[in-house]
């Protein structure tokens, strides 16, 4: 046998790579006549559908077309950013700003008719293979759990070194959230002690740290309450620094495992149930009779009504499903509105509590949420003190969001802490990891004229003007939350129910999602000129303060007396 033929065997047999198996059978790749050309024409009409059908929709929807429109001129360069030098030309930051194209992004997902069309469907059939969505969790037996809470409980210590480190460098070149809440807890206390305020701290359990079993069935027959690995670490603490903190965590597993039969948390939505909440509230209120001297109760100034309310979850809307959806029906609950004379329970400014609060004390008290009004956490507070409670509530954020708006208050000279004797700070204990700790200053500021027109108290001025700036208002469907508000500044109004507010400019809130539905201000970009209803925002605050709202930076923001458009 001559070498080479041996050779040549040994190639034969030789154990073939996988690397060159898909080398030759991709090379070697057989079709049927006109096959390719089939699949290329396929694959370009699947990606041309998608522009086509949404230019489609807009042209059937002449307020859409100004949308696209302002979306393509966007991306386009603008002449000022083209310049000669030594006689050639040059362009220079042709591309928008990367925030510019992040709105832009947004608004095109907001109106796109594909995706609204195929989302509720793709996500029906991801439910009936055990899957949630980036926000939502299965858990056993129809109970729903928000993202969020499960990774809080389940995450690594908040106090971790690495896992501080990480967070505060998060977002890269940008200033990043302060992530350790003990200092950002300690320095509030102690700006509120040097007015004689004594500050309680009140972290809300979340749902899988009670309802750990309706999660995972590996947590069946367990009766401790699961929270975060840094938790116990942080509440010592903030004891030894000598912060008062009202844990309600056992008060609740105690009360589940009384009546196992009737849930502390809705099944559907992030929150807890009426009875949860309203003993809540009765033993907070014992707290701080204890730790603070108050004024004596006034049993006979709040009565309450009975009112059955039905709504959806959060955390059922969430996943975006159709709107004749039963997988997850309605839940009915019984809420206990209160009463102040023959008037529904408000704030009062006077009083000597002052809370804050997020979406835990907003669910059976701010109307746009769909619980009720008038029968939350605060309003059962103050019955069982049996006093006045002045609020500032905002949903989510709760790290920082209530503080940001009273130190803002108190920067404008409006010295909402005048009186009080007590603040009590309630936030979701998920905002332990995933919060912004960001230290506030509480000091306050000398009251300055508005430079801002605002309205007449009462009154309601139809203006026109241009959009100088606006805040950004999130995607709905991207936030736990269905309804938000957003800061508009104004320049150059018209007017022609009041004179004076022809050529002045305006700082006004605005709706810019309702029901999980962006608005028309939800896409104001500086230059758009708008023409709105002006009110005082103090005329609407009481009603409108709790929902979770952006606001502009800078001086003007800041001190200015904001209006109320619509």
């Known amino acids: 046998m001559k070498p080479i033929e041996a050779h040549s065997t040994a190639k034969i047999h030789a154990k073939v790579t996988r690397e060159e198996q898909a080398a030759h059978e991709l090379g ?218 009202f844990d309600p965590a056992a008060l609740l597993a105690e009360a589940k495992a009384g009546t196992p039969q009737r849930p502390l948390y809705l099944k559907t939505d992030t929150h807890w149930t009426p009875p949860a909440m309203e003993a809540t509230a009765a033993a907070l209120a014992e707290f701080v009779r204890q730790t603070a001297k108050l004024s004596v109760p006034q049993t006979a100034r709040f009565t309450t009504v009975e009112k059955t309310v039905v709504a959806l979850g959060d955390i059922a809307q969430m996943l975006k499903l159709p709107p004749r959806q039963k997988m997850f029906p309605p839940e009915t609950v019984e809420v206990r509105q209160v009463l102040e004379g023959k008037h529904l329970w408000r704030p009062a400014a006077n009083a000597e509590v002052l809370f804050l609060g997020d979406s835990f004390a907003n669910i059976y008290s701010l109307e746009p949420m769909g619980w009720g009004e008038a029968a939350g956490f605060v309003e059962h507070l103050s019955l069982a003190l049996g006093l006045p409670v002045d609020a500032i509530c905002r949903n989510d954020a709760g790290s920082h969001a209530t503080r940001e708006m009273l130190a803002k208050e108190l920067q404008r000279g409006q010295d909402r802490l005048a009186g009080k004797k007590v603040v009590i700070w309630e936030f979701a204990a998920r905002e332990l990891a995933a919060g912004d700790w960001k230290q506030l200053s509480m000091t306050l500021g000398e009251r300055h004229e508005a430079r801002m027109y605002v309205p007449a108290a009462g009154q309601t001025v139809e203006v026109r003007g241009v959009v100088r700036a606006a805040s950004p208002a999130p995607r709905p469907g991207s936030v736990p939350y269905k309804d938000h508000i957003v800061m508009v500044h104004l320049a150059d109004l018209e007017s022609t129910n009041d004179p004076a507010a022809t050529g002045q400019e305006a700082v006004a809130f605005v709706w810019s999602m309702r029901d999980n539905v962006a608005t028309a201000a939800a896409r104001y970009r500086p230059g758009d000129a708008v023409r709105l209803r002006l009110r005082p925002w103090a005329d609407v605050a009481s009603k409108y303060e709790a929902i979770n709202r952006s606001e502009l930076d800078g001086e003007v923001a800041l001190l200015a007396d904001p209006a109320w458009g619509e």
């Open 28 to 245: 070697n790749t057989g079709f049927a006549p006109g096959t390719r050309a089939a699949l290329v024409v396929f694959f370009l009409v699947v990606i041309a559908s998608v522009p086509l059908a949404q230019f489609g929709a807009a042209f059937r929807h002449p307020e859409a077309i100004s949308r696209v429109s302002q979306g393509l001129r966007a991306l386009m360069p603008a002449w000022d950013r083209v310049k000669a030098v030594d006689g050639v030309v040059s362009a220079v930051n042709l591309l928008p700003p990367a925030s510019q194209l992040k709105s832009l992004e947004g608004d095109w997902e907001q109106t796109s008719v594909v995706g609204e069309a195929l989302l509720p469907r793709v996500q029906s059939v991801l439910l009936t293979l055990g899957q949630g969505n980036e926000k939502v969790y299965l858990g056993q037996g129809g109970w729903l759990f928000y993202r969020a809470d499960v990774d809080y409980v389940t995450g690594p210590g908040f106090l971790e070194p690495r896992v501080l480190k990480r967070r505060a460098t998060a977002a890269g070149n940008m200033r990043g959230p302060q992530p350790e809440p003990v200092q950002a807890i300690v320095h509030f206390r102690d700006q509120l002690a040097a007015r004689g305020i004594t500050l309680i701290v009140m972290p809300a359990p979340v749902k899988p740290s009670i309802y750990p079993e309706a999660y995972s069935a590996r947590c069946a027959g367990g009766s401790l309450v699961l929270q975060n690995a840094s938790f116990g670490a942080c509440k010592r603490q903030l004891e030894q620094a000598g912060v008062a903190i």
